[in-house]
């Protein structure tokens, strides 16, 4: 059974979600070791203020890449339904339409950054010692901006065409050299925070080139013919790419509130639960990771057969990867329930931060379930590119986080947090469902 058909029976279903996930699984788990290494070579210094500083630099970083993290996604979308049509030229131009537009965007953000670093920094009330660390981090880092967004397409092309073993062997190449790097300038050239910025920066650029080379390999072997630059910006293409990018940067706004405002209100509980925040924040972004993978799957299989008209095979797509990623969702709330305090160990030396951390751990077991149903309906529907009511959904999930919120910050302070996160993901969960019937119906029953 080739990539270019889809499954029949219940064993080529799994057996299909198996192979297109394992190599997701363990690239996405690559991804959040950015951070955990940056988090991990500080926790080894002996101040807190090191730790909470990379925390709000990550913090940063992760709001303003997640937001454009419709580049990812809406090329993901638009790409597994040129696939489904076997319409590879049109494949290879929405990669080059997305490319430029996340270079420019990249470009911008370096270009403003002065601005956005005096916008975001004045939302936290951390130390002056903790401020003037993830300032100085944040410098550095925002020149890897262009890169990270031209690797969100390249990441996006590759789900898109069901590569997924490109996509672990460009993820584990950016993470390793991370790692190394933040070895040899924090820990062997003692650079500290510097030395953290620089090698992730590097390791970043180092990415982003290389996923173009292996983005150019995929799409020649696929018998790709580079299109003429009026075909390229055929004004119906570019308004559809328009469509699905704003309605996921709007999403991706909404799903990103809560998030940011944790990390800001961990710094106004002091260092030491900003740092305990940082190190809870790693293990639940890895967790995360790991169970987003059967949201690209879903992207990837729903994306193909929405563009090949199959609905009954949208259905099944739905269907088995429920079943992979409920299993998902309770082996990885098994490991945080049992082998969270070893994580944390793990990732700080600081005793007080440890009793913190460790303290919120049930919170933490408690989110893949709460997670799971969100993660695999955002997946259906961002192949399928019905964004307007991921939009929706998304607004309506971030009222309820925030009513959560206020209701119960003053009585239980930094629980607060984790219970809101809970209730927004519950409700994403519920109100994509309701919308899922008519994805369904749009979808011509070809077979």
Request: aromatic share 12%; with cysteine; net charge neutral.
């Amino acid at each position: 059974m080739s990539n270019g058909q889809l499954p029949e029976t219940a064993r080529d279903w799994h057996i299909r979600i198996r192979r297109l996930t394992w190599p997701v699984i363990l690239a996405n788990l690559t991804i959040p070791l950015v951070g955990v290494a940056d988090v991990a070579v500080m926790g080894q210094l002996p101040d807190p203020a090191f730790i909470g500083a990379v925390a709000m630099g990550a913090a940063l970083f992760s709001a303003i890449y997640w937001l454009f993290g419709f580049l990812r996604m809406g090329t993901t979308g638009l790409a597994a339904q040129c696939f489904g049509r076997d319409a590879t030229a049109e494949a290879g131009a929405v990669f080059m339409r997305a490319a430029a537009t996340a270079s420019l965007l990249g470009v911008g953000l370096i270009i403003l950054q002065h601005p956005i670093e005096a916008l975001l920094f004045s939302l936290f009330s951390a130390s002056e010692q903790t401020a003037n660390l993830a300032q100085t981090y944040f410098s550095l880092r925002i020149y890897s901006a262009p890169a990270v967004l031209l690797y969100l397409v390249e990441l996006g092309l590759l789900f898109g065409m069901q590569r997924m073993r490109e996509t672990l062997i460009l993820s584990v190449a950016l993470n390793l050299t991370n790692l190394i790097l933040d070895l040899v300038f924090v820990l062997g050239l003692d650079m500290g925070i510097r030395g953290v910025a620089i090698g992730t920066l590097i390791s970043e650029w180092g990415a982003a080139v290389s996923g173009l080379w292996i983005v150019w390999r995929c799409l020649k072997s696929s018998g790709w013919q580079p299109a003429r630059p009026k075909q390229l910006w055929e004004s119906k293409a570019v308004s559809a790419l328009f469509h699905v990018s704003s309605n996921l940067l709007i999403r991706t706004f909404f799903v990103q509130l809560p998030f940011f405002v944790g990390v800001i209100f961990a710094t106004r509980a002091g260092d030491l639960t900003l740092a305990a925040h940082g190190v809870l924040m790693q293990i639940f972004f890895v967790t995360m990771y790991a169970l987003d993978a059967l949201a690209h799957t879903a992207e990837t299989l729903a994306g193909y057969s929405y563009g090949a008209e199959n609905r009954r095979a949208l259905r099944r797509t739905l269907y088995y990867c429920g079943l992979w990623a409920g299993m998902l969702a309770t082996i990885t709330a098994l490991l945080i329930l049992f082998l969270g305090d070893w994580f944390i160990h793990g990732l700080t030396q600081n005793a007080q931060v440890r009793n913190i951390a460790q303290s919120f751990l049930p919170w933490l077991a408690l989110t893949p379930l709460t997670c799971a149903g969100a993660f695999l309906l955002d997946g259906i529907f961002v192949g399928t590119t019905h964004v307007t009511q991921m939009r929706n959904a998304m607004a309506v999930a971030a009222l309820v986080w925030a009513g959560s919120l206020y209701l119960s910050a003053e009585l239980l302070g930094y629980h607060a947090v984790w219970l809101s996160m809970s209730i927004f993901m519950v409700t994403r969960t519920l109100l994509l469902s309701t919308y899922y019937p008519r994805l369904e119906r749009s979808t011509e029953p070809s077979q």
